[in-house]
């Protein structure tokens, strides 16, 4: 009996490797979250003027435990996995659907997408004119660039619109997650939005961020919220807010230093204005 044979696949894109759509809540969950605690150490290490021989063979050990866990590729396939449309999509139906109760559907605007995984997030929606970004490119119209190296007066306020989907929690270090946030209020247009998502855990078991201290300080950096949501018991919590003048009663210092809101058994996330 004769082999039966394989049809070809045309190709219309480069294959990009693609997560088991079997991978656990839970496994998915642990790497994200360990990788994040690696990359976090990482940077503090790298930031030293002067690194010991225990340094640099934690950097190294630290170096192979990323490898092992996929390395960056790794993180962002895990990071695909939960955005699949089984565990609840990804976070752009929040977006679009938000932007669309303010009528920008009905004129056309540009998006600034950092962390992008996927290039065609916002194929719908023919009114963005969508820039898709990431550190690690996995597409070719997916522009491979670290938001922070930006140049923040070539890109003074160019885009309308400007989405954080899970990536201040992703910078390790606090103060460059402020100074993320300011440079995004930089390089939006006037009254510009700018879309953050965040685990829950972020505001709702750090030790230095509440719901509260959030708000105030986007407020200080010049920001007035127009949504928010989250579920008690949820994983992600969102928000919108919109580009405004920084008050001139907001005290920055507050927001510099490491203040302790809640006790117990808590994370440790935080964000400082640099």
């Known amino acids: 009996m004769p082999k039966s ?5 045309p190709i219309t894109e480069p294959r990009l490797s693609r997560p ?3 991978a656990s809540s839970h496994q ?5 979250r360990n990788f994040h605690q690696l990359l976090k150490r990482q940077s503090q290490l790298q930031k030293l003027g ?10 190294l050990n630290i170096s192979k435990q990323m490898d092992a866990l996929g390395g960056l590729n790794g993180y962002q396939s895990m990071s695909v996995t939960g955005q699949a449309s089984a ?3 990804g976070s752009e139906k929040v977006l679009i659907s938000w932007l669309k109760e303010l009528g920008l559907h009905e004129t056309s605007s540009t998006l600034l997408e950092v962390g992008a995984l996927k290039a065609d997030n916002y194929r719908h929606c023919p009114w963005l004119n969508v820039t898709p970004m990431d550190l690690n490119s996995r597409h070719p119209n997916i522009l491979e660039q670290d938001f922070l190296t930006l140049d923040a007066n070539e ?22 997650r402020g100074r993320m946030l300011e440079l995004a209020h930089t390089m939006l247009a006037q009254n510009g939005l700018i879309f953050i998502v965040l685990p829950l855990p972020c505001i ?3 030790r230095y961020t509440t719901p509260e201290h959030f708000d105030s300080l986007l407020e200080c950096i010049g920001f007035d919220k127009v949504r928010s949501h989250w579920k008690t018991g949820g994983k992600m919590a969102y928000w919108l807010f919109r580009k405004s003048t920084p008050p001139v009663t907001c005290s920055r210092t507050t927001f510099q230093k490491k203040t302790v809101l809640r006790t117990g058994n808590r994370n440790n996330f935080l964000i400082k204005l640099p």
């Not at 044979?5 to 696949?9: D, N, W």
């Not at 998915?28 to 994200?32: D, E, G, L, S, V």
């Not at 002067?50 to 950097?59: G, I, K, V, Y």
Request: glycine share 4%; proline share 2%; charged share 25%.
């Open 5 to 9: 044979r394989k049809r070809s696949q």
């Open 155 to 176: 890109h003074h306020s160019r885009w309308n619109i400007i989405s954080l989907s899970l990536v201040v929690n992703f910078v390790p270090i606090a103060e460059d």
């Open 87 to 89: 565990r609840g999509g």
């Open 204 to 206: 709702f078991n750090s």
């Open 20 to 22: 088991s759509s079997t």
């Open 50 to 59: 002067t690194r010991s021989r225990t340094d640099e063979a934690e950097l």
């Open 28 to 32: 998915t969950r642990t790497t994200i």
